[in-house]
């Protein structure tokens, strides 16, 4: 019953979306105000005033760098949420009723194996990823998720304990707090520097400054990101 | 062709979201979840949107793959 | 509409797993499940959203020397960018509530905790 | 220091608190919140700056990496900017007023998270309030909902846990409802930034930009609680932490109405629209919710459930305020944004005194604590006769302003339905504050209990003294968003 009412209230939904997404202006079509109102500058301009040849990279480190700086600080966010929420326990708190599945099922040899044998070439991928991503696609944040699915894959094969021992504590809290960071010290010495927060160096022969300051912020981003995501997977695992 | 492509890719991911709400095992779910953004990153990439794509292969189908298993190994594995 | 529909086919079948994510959300009892399908949801959207840049047979908009227009807009992109990074922010904290409250109360089907309360 | 870096300050510097507090507090949490409320006066102080200059010159921009707009994020502060006043009021108050509840409260090893949230919180509504730009609306939205679901379930009871989880799944749809928007108002114009979109949006297609509009307003509708979509509202904000309460109840939902001001911004400027029917609906839905919250309140023995549902009748007359949108229904709206958060804050604030001296929550338990902390129920009694809206208090102006603007749009019939909200409203407030003085004790030991410490008295004392002064002075923000009342309307008259 209560299938069927969803099912009538989701046609009832849908038709006025669909009728008003096929009023959109066409799809692919070059003439489209999104295609023609602000893109264009960027496309023609990006590389020259916004210092990397991929465009996409330029809009979400210079042009709309707040943007990011904003998503950074959602995933700080999350990992401070999830460290509320699990961290210690109420006096009281009664054991769970359900036994857990557990997770003493040994991995198996060739997934071992495997993941030895993947893991150096997918660090270097992230690191190439992490500098790079002026030129090629990617960036900080992808470079930070690849590096976070390194460790977390780690974490499996290796257990815990030693996954850890990679990364100490105390430099935990700072690599976490890492991507908010370079943020405000980038954006308060463009602040100081040309008279914006976020500013970039703008004059001709700069560029490579610009250039430089977006990867050091990949690069922030990234580590900053990677620190987070772990961070996150590690203490849903605990035993808490 | 082009277009072709495009819609048995399309036609892929909504058989995708069916079939994770039709799985009442919750781990099988979860894997044809990360199918699902694997798809949708093929769709991206073809769609000339890379960093998307490659964004969306390392969270969407990798990370937030990981906690849903870390999440279920801590709760339930069935669905009632 | 409907030829119009198929000219917008990527705006379409956004709409079509929307409601299909938007359904696991409502019917669905598992709150891992739920979760999963406003995942969906999410992906839907920004499946929507990536079509508004795309260009009838646009290049990545990486410039270079043998970069050739057109390109696809790269802002819709830069969007999409940040939303999977909220995707990823408010599942990492809805799996971590599920799990307390599995610690809790042993169970995490929606119905069996409404009579708990 | 020019006014855009202040305006850059505003945003940046509780940001960087926040991110830091974990570092600061140190394993045992101790030092987080002092820390925190040092942030927030720093921040106060700024907003002040930013207040006393928008009264002076009228809105000014910040540019964000020196792009100016629409090539760059904008950020703009106007009259409904200045609400970052309260935000910095009630966040510095809340934290003070933390600090016992946090060490008594909760676990130790998540004090120092609570603070870095509460103020993440702060900064994402500082931050929706302030900015410009559409999609970074976006962004700040997500960071202070998360942070708000999170505040939510951190006292680590069950029942708390699960009322964030409902709040979380309701939340992110909206979220996803708001974002789908943003996605269709850029199809149509190609631009994120709001003025921009505003001009850009006139000659669109009309089915599209109506998808759009009713998203949005479902979206921030949800974040807003009102009626059909209010059901995470009583659980969440009756079961978190006092202070948080406050805040979720005083400010987050706000942000949702804030939300919707900045929407008809853009849609009365563009005229693309007639919203007169999607008006008619809100302002219906407004009447109902002022109803409902009032009578289901009637029914409550929880204190703060009964808070929590006042909360939905007191949106309800905003909403019907905005949906009239005639000068005086905009205006009494707007600044009961302000007031009712004043109101709230002491009520809720007062309410978490009461609970943490004594730990009863329910009314009858609670008979005669008059007697006992006078100065607490004496706060509360403020707030309440405020929120009736009874003249001298804060209260009293914003609803004869709603009234006035009801009859001024034609609908006296809904000037009748504000009156009538205000009466059940009268009666459950009084049967409180009968119950606090003149019933006798169930439980002996209430006649014992101290006075709430002084960290608790004094944002309580405050905030009650602020209501009554808001009163006295309430022509000030009357005539202080007028102006931006008068642009906001000015396309519908012509």
């Known amino acids: 019953m209560k299938r069927a009412l969803t099912v009538a209230l989701l046609v009832v939904v849908a038709i006025p979306l669909l009728y008003a997404v096929a009023q959109l202006p066409q799809h692919g079509s070059p003439m489209t105000p999104p295609y023609t109102h602000i893109s264009p500058r960027y496309l023609e301009k990006g590389p020259e005033e916004a210092g990397a040849e991929n465009i996409v990279t330029d809009v979400i480190l210079n042009y709309r760098g707040f943007d990011t700086n904003g998503e950074v600080t959602v995933i700080f966010t999350s990992l401070a949420a999830v460290c509320a929420v699990l961290l210690g326990s109420r006096k009281g708190d009664e054991r769970p009723a359900g036994e857990p599945s557990s997770s003493a099922v040994p991995v198996s040899d060739v997934v071992s194996f495997v993941v030895r044998l993947l893991s150096p070439l997918i660090a270097i991928f992230a690191v190439y990823v992490m500098l790079f991503g002026h030129i090629s696609p990617g960036g900080g944040f992808q470079s930070g998720a690849i590096l976070a699915a390194l460790v977390i894959v780690t974490t499996v094969i290796v257990g815990r304990k030693q996954a850890e021992a990679l990364v100490p504590v105390r430099i935990r809290r700072l690599l976490q707090v890492a991507a908010p960071l370079t943020f405000f010290v980038v954006g308060v010495s463009g602040l100081f520097l040309f008279g914006d927060y976020l500013a970039y160096p703008k004059t001709e022969g700069q560029m490579w400054l610009a250039t430089a300051w977006l990867i050091v912020i990949g690069i922030g981003i990234g580590v900053g990101g990677a620190a987070v995501l772990a961070s996150i997977f590690w203490t849903m695992g605990d035993d808490s | 062709m082009s277009r072709a492509f495009d819609i048995t890719l399309l036609l892929l991911l909504i058989a995708c979201a069916l079939a994770v709400i039709q799985t009442k095992d919750l781990l099988g779910a979860v894997v044809i979840f990360s199918t699902y953004s694997l798809i949708m990153c093929l769709i991206w990439q073809h769609r000339g949107a890379p960093d998307v794509a490659m964004t969306e292969a390392a969270v969407g189908a990798g990370v937030t793959s990981a906690l849903f298993l870390v999440a279920i190994s801590k709760t339930v594995r069935k669905e009632k | ?117 | 220091m020019p006014a855009s870096a202040l305006l850059v300050g505003v945003i940046i510097i509780p940001l960087v608190g926040a991110v830091l507090t974990p570092v600061v507090g140190g394993r045992s949490g101790r030092a987080a919140g002092p820390w925190a409320l040092a942030v927030m006066l720093v921040t106060s102080a700024i907003a002040l700056m930013l207040i006393v200059h928008v009264a002076n010159v009228g809105p000014f921009s910040a540019y964000l990496g020196g792009w100016e707009p629409p090539y760059g994020i904008e950020l703009r502060f106007d009259e409904f900017s200045a609400s970052t006043s309260v935000i910095c009021l009630l966040g510095t108050l809340s934290i003070l007023f933390s600090f016992k509840y946090a060490e008594k409260e909760l676990p130790p090893e998540r004090i120092r998270y609570y603070y870095t949230l509460l103020l993440l919180n702060l900064t994402g509504m500082i931050g929706f309030v302030v900015t410009g730009d559409i999609f970074n609306l976006f962004v700040f939205m997500e960071i202070l909902s998360l942070s708000g679901y999170a505040l939510v379930a951190v006292s680590g009871e069950r029942t708390a846990e699960m009322a964030a989880f409902k709040y979380l799944i309701m939340g992110a749809v909206s979220s996803l409802m708001v974002l789908f928007a943003i996605g269709l108002l850029y199809a149509l114009t190609g631009s994120l930034n709001m003025a921009d979109i505003s001009v850009r949006l006139a000659g669109a297609e009309k089915a599209p930009a109506m998808l759009a509009i009713a998203a949005f307003t479902v979206g921030f509708m949800v974040k807003a609680a009102l009626f059909p979509l209010h059901i995470w509202l009583p659980d969440a904000h009756a079961i978190a932490p006092s202070p948080v309460s406050a805040i979720l109840s005083g400010l987050v939902v706000k942000t949702g109405l804030l939300g919707m001001i900045r929407i008809y911004q853009i849609y009365y400027g563009a005229k693309v629209l007639d919203l007169s029917a999607l008006n008619t609906v809100l302002v219906w839905l407004g009447a109902i919710s002022i109803v409902m919250g009032a009578f289901f309140a009637i029914f409550q023995e929880d204190i703060k459930m009964m808070l929590a549902y006042s909360t939905i009748s007191n949106v309800g007359y905003i909403i019907m305020g905005l949906g009239l949108a005639s000068q005086y229904g905009v205006i009494g709206a707007a600044v009961h944004i302000f007031n009712h958060a004043l109101i709230k804050a002491t009520l809720f604030l007062g309410a978490g005194a009461i609970i943490y001296r004594t730990g009863y929550r329910n009314l009858t338990d609670l008979r005669g604590i008059g007697r006992s902390m006078p100065l607490t129920t004496a706060a509360i009694s403020i707030g309440a006769i405020s929120i009736v809206g009874m003249p001298p208090t804060a209260g009293f102006l914003c609803k004869w302003y709603i009234a006035l603007g009801a009859v001024e749009a034609g609908q006296p019939l809904f000037a009748v339905a504000l009156v009538f909200g205000a009466l059940f409203i009268f009666v459950y407030y009084i049967r409180m504050v009968n119950t606090f003085y003149f019933q006798e004790p169930v439980h002996p030991e209430i006649l014992e209990v101290e006075e709430a410490p002084l960290s608790m008295l004094f944002p309580v004392l405050i905030l009650a003294a602020l209501c009554l002064i808001m009163g006295i002075l309430g022509r000030i923000p009357l005539s202080f968003v007028e102006p931006a009342v008068t642009r906001l309307l000015a396309p519908l008259g012509g």
């Open chain 3, 1 to 117: 509409m409907i030829a119009l529909l198929w000219i917008n086919l990527d705006y379409a079948a956004s709409v079509v797993l929307f409601c299909i994510g938007l359904y696991c959300v409502v019917t669905k009892n598992n709150l891992i499940k739920k979760f999963i399908g406003l995942n969906i949801m999410e992906t839907a959207v920004f499946a929507f959203i990536v079509a508004l840049g795309v260009v009838e047979g646009g290049d990545a908009p990486i410039m270079g020397a043998d970069a050739n227009a057109p390109f696809t807009n790269p802002i819709p992109q830069a969007l999409i960018l940040t939303g999977i990074v909220v995707a990823v922010s408010t599942t990492a904290l809805a799996l971590s509530l599920i799990i307390r409250i599995y610690q809790h109360c042993g169970t995490i089907e929606a119905d069996e905790l409404r009579e708990m309360e």
